[in-house]
Each structure stands twice: as C-alpha cells, then as structure tokens.
C-alpha cells in the first residue's frame, strides 16, 4: 500500500516520506523467532533489508514502545520529512472489502505532532487481491489524496481519530 501512495506522490516530495510499519513484523524480519527455518530467516533478513532500503520506514508497534515511535515521527517532521501512517493497525484479511476501525493511536499522534493531516484512500486492491492477481490494469486501482485537515488543538485524540475516518470515508 505504501508504494501505491509513493507511487502516486509527485517525484519531489515521493523521497521526503517516512513510513510507519508494523514494528512486530520488522523485529521478527531482523531477528526470526526461535524454530524458524533458515530459508524464513534469510527471507526475513531480506525483506528487512530491501524495505529499510528502498522505503524510509520506521517502527510503529501495537502493544509496547509506541512513545518511542511517536518521538521517531516528530524527528522525520523537525527534518522536514512527512510521516505516512496506515491509522486502521493492521492489514485487512484477505476478502475483506470494509476499511477498518482506525486505532486511537492517529489521534494522538495528529495531536502530538500537531500538524495537517492528508487524508488517503486506496481503491481497487480488494479486487486485486480477490482475483490473487500482482499486477493491475491501468485504472485498476486508484489513490485519491483529501484536502489537509488541521485541528483544532481542543479536539481530543479520540475527536481525531473518529474525524480522520469520516474523511477517508467520504473520500
């Protein structure tokens, strides 16, 4: 998903991008669970290596350090990098065409950070996946990009997050 948007980005601001990602899964690429097989680990290895590389991404965990990655966002914004959050938390299961609920997390962060959100929806990759397939046709799929939102700092992290999914909805 996050290549889809960087894809759709005009190219001078697509490199000024951190992506926060799924800080479980980056740990478990970088260091494989105990019982994993040499082949999965090497996989790990490298799809660590290949994301870190090619796409500045950043750790966002869902059950502890999140303050840390929070504090690692408000960096790449100092630096004059925009950070790319995916507020829903995980990955819809497969078939599963509904957004999910977004986490209370956006809201903090939005209000943390205390700048303009840019509201995203991705269209089209449920019928992508549903037909397993890797490569769309032209117009297959779409990235439509809101207007920034900017709140007001009165509006609790909960008020955000609720805001932050109606926008994408309506998108």
Known sequence: DHALILAALPARLRHRVATAMEGERLRDWLHAPRGTSFYMRLRGLAQYFLVTTFFQVFPLPKKSGFRRSFAQAAEFVESGQSVLVFPEGRRAPRGYMQ?????????????????????????????????????????????????????DSSKSPAEITEELQRQVELL
Do not use: H
């Not at 996946?129 to 769309?136: D, G, L």
């Open 99 to 151: 957004m999910n609920r977004f986490k209370s997390g956006i809201g903090v962060l939005t209000s943390d950070l205390d700048l303009p959100v840019v509201p995203i929806k991705l269209r089209g990759l449920y019928e992508l996946k549903r037909r397993k397939q890797y490569f769309a046709p032209k117009d297959m799929v779409s990235v439509t990009f809101g207007p920034p939102i900017k709140f």
